[in-house]
């Protein structure tokens, strides 16, 4: 009985969400939540202005070096996967295209993910070090970075099209930032990103490569966020002031600093306005967390070998 009541009691609260049309839930089939919003005001400041609802209704992911299409957004294992349509793909054969170089802005929670590989293609050998990898890179990867290796499994089994490049025109870097694969583009004709997801099945068969560039987000968690969103206390959605960047719970009767079951919402709004205008540093302090709340660091992955027939290899270094 008692079960039955909570079912009910959850699913009018889902519902009473999804009829909500403060901040849009869903781009293109890919579900959008806290921290990232696509509507101005929802989710994390921090992500403000970094996913946006094309008018076709595409996701797209923006940096510096442009808008990507975001393929998929996990927020269990937190990343973005993106593409890039000016990366080389199969279907371009040996008919390199004009690239650009993808950057990310580092300002903001986001870092490239170790679960990425480049390949580049027709280098120039008197500017890049293009060489097989030696075994001893495996054991002293800080020794290795510089070269580009020509020995890579994945130049060897192209994601999708083996045989479509003759091996001597493709080497394997693994970037440490996003200025190095600016270099390497200056002496390389093209590239692409190849990432190793993560399928789930045992090891050694737990990770394939896919086109793509993962990108790996932090998720700040806040007691703020937390309360708003508790559904004993009314499910609000976490956003922010436009204005001055301060946390707000976004509730259907109007917004709160607090949560949505706070009593007279509407008057609370009067004194915070009152409040926001004079006292704006402080507001802004609280937002970004001293004491107010912390970062959900990531568990960095344990370096296990990647897999897919390919740990014997002496290519890889993690
Ligand atoms: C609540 O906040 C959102 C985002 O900042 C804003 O768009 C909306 O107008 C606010 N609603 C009210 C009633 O103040
Ligand atoms: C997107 O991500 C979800 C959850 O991680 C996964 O179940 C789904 O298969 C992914 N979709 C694609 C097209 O990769
Ligand atoms: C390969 O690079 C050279 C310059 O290093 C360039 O002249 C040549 O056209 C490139 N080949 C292709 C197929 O793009």
């Known amino acids: 009985m008692l079960l039955l009541v909570l079912q009910f009691a959850l699913s009018f609260l889902t519902l009473s969400r999804a009829q909500s ?47 990507y299409p975001v393929r998929n957004l996990s927020y269990a294992d937190p990343h973005v996967l993106v593409t890039d349509p000016f990366m080389w793909s199969c279907k371009d054969g040996e ?19 170790p679960q990425n ?24 990867p800080e020794h290795c ?3 580009c290796d020509s020995a890579s499994y994945l130049c060897r089994h192209l994601p999708g099209c083996s045989l479509a490049l003759s091996a001597s025109t493709c080497c394997s870097y693994y970037p ?7 270099l390497m583009l200056k002496y390389c004709t093209s590239y692409t990103s190849v990432y190793w997801k993560n399928v ?50 976004l509730c259907k009767e109007g917004n709160s600093t607090t949560h949505c ?22 507001s802004a302090a609280g937002a970004f967390g001293i004491g107010a709340g912390i970062w959900y660091l990531r568990k960095v992955r344990a370096k296990a070998p990647v897999t897919h027939g390919v740990q014997s290899n002496e290519n890889r270094l993690f």
């Open 95 to 113: 008919n390199f295209r004009p690239t650009r170089p993808f950057s990310l802005d580092t300002s903001i929670h986001f870092k490239l993910s």
């Open 21 to 67: 049309s403060l901040c849009r839930t869903s781009c293109g089939g890919i579900p959008i939540r806290y921290p990232f919003g696509i509507d101005d005001g929802c989710g994390s400041p921090y992500y403000r202005h970094i996913l946006a609802c094309s008018d076709t209704g595409k996701l797209e992911l923006r940096t510096p070096s442009g808008r």
């Open 261 to 282: 079951k706070d009593h007279d919402i509407a008057q609370h709004n009067r004194r915070v306005h009152v409040i926001a205008g004079t006292v704006t540093a402080v």
């Open 117 to 140: 590989e480049y390949l580049f293609f027709n280098c120039s050998e008197d500017n890049v070090i293009i060489e097989p990898r030696p075994l001893f890179c495996e054991h002293f």
């Open 176 to 182: 440490k930032a996003t200025e190095s694969l600016r």
């Open 200 to 249: 789930g099945d045992p090891h050694p068969y737990d990770q394939v490569p896919e086109y793509g560039i993962r990108v790996d987000f932090d998720i700040p968690i806040t007691t703020r966020c937390l309360q708003c969103q508790d559904p004993l206390k009314g499910a609000g959605t976490c956003g922010f002031d436009t204005k001055t960047q301060s946390f707000m719970c």
């Open 145 to 147: 970075d510089s070269s």
